[in-house]
Antibody, heavy 120, light 107 residues
Framework: QLQLQESGPGLVKPSETLSLTCTVSGGSIGSTTYYWGWIRQPPGKGLEWIGCIYYTGSTYYSPSLKSRVTISKDTSKSQISLKLNSVTAADTAVYYC????????????WGQGILVTVSS | DIQMTQSPSSVSASVGDRVTITCRASQGISNWVAWYQQKPGKAPNLLIYAASSLQSGVPSRFSGSGSGTDFTLTISSLQPEDFATYYCQQANIFPLTFGGGTKVEIK
């Protein structure tokens, strides 16, 4: 069973870059079965898909965030990374790492989530 | 982007009630819909994929139906642990998009 664990700073200043890492255990991020992605949820609001990466390195991003976001992977470390630059208070959210089963493009496994607050 | 319009945004129900939540896609997406349950402070949990396939370990009181643009999640007999927020997600094409959520509250 896959386990995903997010890590990174819980506080980021406006205009700076938000950087998070997701460490995957119980499976390989080189697997053809899954996309590896990020989803966020502002406090009290709904879910927003940020983007995902496949084992080939192909990436898919939300159009509204595409100009600011980069998702990458380090297969040797079994890690997925998220970078979101030029953050504002609107980027304050719980950020979830997620594994999406490719065959049905649904999230089988979620990390516990990490709250990132953008504030000076 | 494909928009997912979910209704109602909230529903009050009693234990044992049948609850139906709907999701409408802005364009046809075949059967590519997933449904999730989220409890406060927790990550969402996959209930249904491909519109009607029950995820392993999910109770059979949950069911999904629909194709094209209109989809439904039904809880046949609401249990105390089912009070939560439910989201639909279109799985047809990137970018993936979610419905706005339906909060199922105790009546």
């Amino acid at each position: 069973q896959l386990q995903l664990q997010e890590s990174g700073p819980g506080l980021v200043k406006p205009s700076e870059t938000l950087s998070l890492t997701c460490t995957v255990s119980g499976g390989s991020i080189g697997s053809t079965t899954y996309y590896w992605g990020w989803i966020r949820q502002p406090p009290g609001k709904g879910l927003e898909w940020i983007g995902c990466i496949y084992y080939t390195g192909s990436t898919y991003y939300s159009p509204s965030l595409k100009s600011r976001v980069t998702i990458s992977k380090d297969t040797s470390k079994s890690q997925i990374s998220l970078k979101l630059n030029s953050v504002t208070a609107a980027d304050t959210a719980v950020y979830y790492c997620a594994s999406l089963r490719k065959a049905v493009t649904a999230v089988d496994y979620w990390g516990q989530g990490i709250l990132v607050t953008v504030s000076s | 982007d494909i928009q997912m319009t979910q209704s109602p945004s909230s529903v009050s129900a009693s234990v044992g009630d049948r609850v139906t939540i709907t999701c409408r896609a802005s364009q046809g997406i075949s059967n590519w819909v997933a449904w999730y349950q989220q409890k406060p402070g927790k990550a969402p949990n996959l209930l249904i994929y491909a519109a009607s396939s029950l995820q392993s370990g999910v109770p059979s009181r949950f069911s999904g139906s629909g194709s094209g643009t209109d989809f439904t999640l039904t809880i046949s007999s609401l249990q105390p642990e089912d009070f939560a927020t439910y989201y639909c997600q279109q799985a047809n094409i990137f970018p993936l998009t979610f419905g706005g959520g339906t909060k199922v509250e105790i009546k």
